[in-house]
């Protein structure tokens, strides 16, 4: 059995403007998600997200220097043609753009939901760490994605449906 984890960790930047932006609008203790990946060729853990202007890969000791890891899910993959696809999208997508603009979108989607208008992002290039996240995770739990969007996403909603399926004991907390 393989296991992938996901977490949520906030700035330890001396002043995370954008950190607790995000964490004010979304009413969290978190700004970012991620994936981890246990390799046993390191001593330390494998870190993919998006920050910082791509989407990266990096190891667990350089991300733990600049971000403080507030909460871990822990999912595990029995059948290991689903375990590749999902490390196959993870190294598909490492290096793409990062794009600050897609979180702006976010707040105009939700802006032109409370008038009752159903809108897309109009800043889909690139990507942004939820997003990026979502894309790994609904090939596993596509029911519980079904009604998110993928450029709208939030480490919130992925926090929220994480949550869920460890109250059903499907996946385990970590932290």
């Not at 507030?70 to 059948?79: C, T």
């Not at 992002?121 to 090939?139: A, D, H, R, T």
């Not at 596993?140 to 919130?156: C, G």
């Amino acid at each position: 059995m393989k296991e992938l984890t996901v977490g949520f960790s906030k700035s330890k930047k001396k002043m995370p403007i954008a950190s607790w932006l995000i964490m004010l609008y979304e009413g969290t203790g978190f700004s970012h998600t991620y994936l981890r990946e246990t390799l046993r060729v390191f001593k330390d853990d494998l870190i993919i997200h998006a920050s910082e202007g791509a989407v990266q890969r990096m190891s667990q000791y350089q991300f733990d220097k600049k971000h403080e890891v507030v909460e871990e899910f822990i999912i595990e993959i029995e059948d290991k043609e689903l375990y590749q696809e999902l490390k196959d999208k993870m190294h598909k997508y490492s290096g793409a753009p990062y794009s600050i603009m897609q979180n702006v979108g976010i707040i105009y989607v939700n802006i032109m939901k409370c008038l009752n208008r159903n809108v897309e992002n109009p800043w889909q290039i690139g990507w942004n760490c939820s997003e990026l996240v979502m894309v790994v995770l609904e090939s596993v739990y596509p029911e519980e994605f079904s009604n998110y969007r993928q450029n709208t996403v939030t480490p919130k909603e992925i926090h929220h449906i994480l949550s869920e399926l460890c109250k059903k004991n499907l996946i385990k907390r970590k932290i």
